[in-house]
T-cell receptor, first 113, second 112 residues
């Protein structure tokens, strides 16, 4: 299934670097999400976009900056990250809001040195 | 805030036996309860979901039951197979924005 594609799959960066994660969905959905998945913790919702408009920001530090230029693309811009930000970052999309099935990408495994 | 509790965190069963994973939620307005399976190194995949207007849903070896009064729902896997080994997550739509909140996951191991 290639409905939701994330790049890169792996990323190693220093704390002073700037990088971006990309997500693209080919399912015609109108909502897109960023989640953080750390070991032994629940999936944490970070941001929600619905029809390109940000509808949710779960108290995420400003070193994470989302961008949604259209309903098919979602970016997560990273700047001055901390070691505790090392995790798997998952993108998902759905038709409608949170009470509809979400389809996930394969994620980006991020390691902060 | 609203949360979803999931138990157990790990579960080992013999091949052919049944496995049951339970979740509780706190938001009485929750209406949508999906279950995801995540194999090692792969994406979470929706395996079954249920809405509050039904009490049970079944798809081959997988079933989900919902008790709205008690605010808990369960995943049942019968005749388990080694390929069922994975982490399973429950979720519920919570809060004013009705966004999904996930449980902490259950590592299921099916022993051959």
């Amino acid at each position: 299934e290639t409905g939701v594609t994330q790049t890169p799959r792996h990323l190693v960066m220093g704390m002073t670097n700037k990088k971006s994660l990309k997500c693209e969905q080919h399912l015609g959905h109108n909502a897109m999400y960023w989640y953080k998945q750390s070991a032994k913790k629940p999936l944490e919702l970070m941001f929600v976009y619905n029809f390109k408009e940000q509808t949710e920001n779960n108290s995420v530090p400003s070193r994470f900056s989302p961008e949604c230029p259209n309903s098919s693309h979602l970016f997560l811009h990273l700047h001055t990250l901390q070691p505790e930000d090392s995790a798997l970052y998952l993108c998902a999309s759905s038709q409608g809001d949170g009470n509809q099935p979400q389809h996930f990408g394969d994620g980006t495994r991020l390691s902060i040195l | 805030g609203e949360n979803v509790e999931q138990h157990p965190s790990t579960l080992s069963v013999q091949e052919g036996d049944s496995a049951v994973i339970k979740c509780t939620y706190s938001d009485s307005a929750s209406n949508y309860f999906p279950w995801y399976k995540q194999e090692l190194g792969k994406r979470p995949q929706l395996i079954i979901d249920i809405r509050s207007n039904v009490g049970e849903k079944k798809d081959q070896r997988i079933a989900v039951t919902l008790n709205k009064t008690a605010k808990h729902f369960s995943l049942h896997i019968t005749e388990t197979q080694p390929e069922d080994s994975a982490v399973y997550f429950c979720a519920a739509d919570v809060g004013s924005a009705r966004q999904l909140t996930f449980g902490s996951g259950t590592q299921l191991t099916v022993l051959p």
